[in-house]
C-alpha cells in the first residue's frame, strides 16, 4: 500500500476523527449546522480534508434524492459522513460537491463529543427551519 499522507490543519480550531484525531475541517469553514444525521446533528463543509470516498448511491433523503457517496477517515477508516455528488431536485443543487461531517462521529474544536438525547430513527438531510 505505500505512506499515508495526512494533512495536519495547523493555526486554528478544527473538527477531527473522534478515534484517531485526523484532522478533517476548520470551524471557521462550517457552511451550515442545520443538517441531521440518523445521529443527530451533522454540519455541511465546502472542503474537507484526510478522507477517502465509497461508492457512488442514490439516497432518498428529507429534501429529496441525492447520489452521495460515503466519506470515510484516512487515518482510521470509520465513517464519518457522505460528500453530495448530485441533488435530482433543483433547490438542493448548492449540495453537490460539498461534505457532512456527522457531529456524533468528530470531535468538536475543542476536543468534545457530541452525545444526542433523540436519536432519529432514520438518516437525513433535513435542514432546520
Not at 43 to 63: A, I, S
Request: overall charge neutral.
Amino acid at each position: 500500500m505505500g505512506r499515508l499522507f495526512v494533512v495536519t490543519l495547523d493555526g486554528g480550531r478544527v473538527y477531527s476523527c473522534k478515534h484517531c484525531k485526523t484532522h478533517f475541517a476548520y470551524a471557521n469553514q462550517i457552511i451550515s449546522k442545520a443538517f441531521h444525521s440518523k445521529h443527530g446533528k451533522a454540519y455541511l463543509f465546502d472542503k474537507v480534508v484526510n478522507v477517502t470516498v465509497g461508492e457512488k448511491e442514490d439516497r432518498l433523503m428529507m429534501t429529496g434524492m441525492h447520489t452521495v457517496v460515503d466519506i470515510f477517515c484516512v487515518g482510521c477508516g470509520s465513517i464519518v459522513g457522505w460528500k453530495y455528488e448530485a441533488a435530482h431536485e433543483k433547490s438542493q443543487q448548492y449540495k453537490e460537491g460539498k461534505f457532512i461531517l456527522e457531529r456524533f462521529k468528530v470531535l468538536g474544536p475543542d476536543g468534545s463529543t457530541y452525545v444526542n438525547q433523540d436519536i432519529q430513527a432514520g438518516g437525513s438531510d433535513v435542514e432546520d427551519a
